[in-house]
């Protein structure tokens, strides 16, 4: 649990918005919560990049110090986040998605979409049908059960949908775009469509990193990369690396995992690509000690006591 006692924090951001009933399927940020507390962070810390927190950390330095990051490049942040921190006088690193910029639709946005407007047991029928059709062989691997948890990740979620969740990250990639596509379908939603209206032009992260912000990968799938082959998390990194290079002018050193979490494998690949730091959505304080390839971060949900009422956005 966040105290405003720790020295050495990391707070992290998705979508920063007021809620709409077209994007029900997530969990924004709204913009005056957001501006409360970069207020809030500004007036109790130095805001600083990842790199300074950890150093800090490590040095047990006296004054306390606060990175913000921005997974996902979404155009929200650029819309409302963006002039927030420059009025502040604060910097954030913004970590981006590499496909996106392609056009693409992350599978885990596809669903934030999905969900505003089908329920979870809709989309579960729909999953079993497209298996049942197209993948029989497969019909019996992918239980999604209502009476209990599959994983103890995304406990703030009802057991259905964290199940549902769950098995699509992990479901080989053709099944994926298979039951998406007839999602998206059914429901008359176009991905290049969407990808425009969710996720920042390439215009856009170029011209918050003139102004002073930091850009970093976010990979290129939005994949995990946790149980892939070595292979795989290299090619995946690099896409990103060289989609990036052609954007931005530099790329942080701070690799953020998509759904916050990767292997040792993945750490050594990252290592070996150049990066220094990679940050998880393990929820606490920087610590002293803390693994390069593991560092913590809050959620802005967790500073709801201080600022406000949030629910977690991941």
């Given at each position: 649990m966040f105290s405003p006692n720790e020295r050495y924090i990391i707070v992290n951001y998705h979508y920063v918005r007021d809620p709409d009933s077209s994007l029900s399927g997530i969990f924004p940020c709204p913009v005056d919560e957001f501006r409360r507390q970069i207020e809030f962070l500004s007036e109790r810390y130095k805001i600083v990049s990842v790199e300074e927190v950890v150093s800090a950390a490590e040095n047990e330095e006296k004054r306390s110090y606060c990175a913000l990051t921005f997974?996902?490049?979404?155009?929200?942040?650029?819309?409302?986040?963006?002039?927030?921190?420059?009025?502040?006088?604060?910097?954030?690193?913004?970590?981006?998605?590499?496909?996106?910029?392609?056009?693409?639709?992350?599978?885990?946005?596809?669903?934030?979409?999905?969900?505003s407007s089908e329920s979870v047991s809709s989309l579960v029928r729909t999953f079993q049908e497209v298996v049942a059709a197209e993948f029989p062989s497969q019909k019996d691997e992918y239980p999604i059960p209502s009476d209990h948890r599959l994983t103890s990740k995304?406990?703030?979620?009802?057991?259905?949908?964290?199940?549902?969740?769950?098995?699509?990250?992990?479901?080989?990639?053709?099944?994926?775009?298979?039951?998406?596509?007839?999602?998206?379908?059914?429901s008359q939603k176009e991905p290049k469509a969407l990808n425009q209206m969710?996720?920042?032009?390439?215009?856009?992260?170029?011209?918050?990193?003139?102004?002073?912000?930091?850009?970093?990968?976010?990979?290129?799938?939005?994949?995990?990369?946790?149980?892939?082959?070595?292979?795989?998390?290299?090619?995946?990194?690099?896409?990103?690396?060289?989609?990036?290079?052609?954007?931005?002018?530099?790329?942080?050193?701070?690799?953020?995992?998509?759904?916050?979490?990767?292997?040792?494998?993945?750490?050594?690949?990252?290592?070996?690509?150049?990066?220094?730091?990679?940050?998880?959505?393990?929820?606490?304080?920087?610590?002293?000690g803390d693994l390069p390839y593991l560092i913590p971060r809050y959620d802005a949900g967790d500073l709801q006591d201080f600022c406000g009422g949030l629910r977690s956005t991941v």
């Open positions: 997974d996902d490049g979404l155009k929200d942040q650029y819309d409302n986040a963006f002039p927030i921190l420059k009025k502040y006088g604060a910097r954030g690193t913004f970590f981006i998605i590499g496909c996106v910029c392609e056009g693409a639709l992350p599978a885990a946005h596809a669903l934030h979409v999905l969900m995304r406990m703030h979620e009802d057991i259905l949908t964290a199940n549902f969740k769950e098995t699509l990250m992990q479901i080989p990639g053709d099944l994926q775009t298979a039951f998406l596509g007839t999602a998206l379908s059914r969710l996720f920042m032009k390439k215009e856009e992260i170029r011209e918050i990193q003139k102004s002073g912000m930091a850009i970093g990968s976010h990979s290129y799938a939005h994949a995990p990369l946790y149980e892939k082959q070595e292979s795989e998390v290299r090619d995946d990194v690099e896409r990103a690396k060289e989609i990036l290079s052609g954007i931005c002018e530099e790329i942080s050193p701070v690799f953020s995992y998509p759904h916050g979490r990767a292997d040792e494998m993945a750490h050594k690949v990252l290592q070996e690509e150049g990066f220094r730091y990679a940050v998880t959505i393990e929820r606490r304080g920087v610590r002293k």
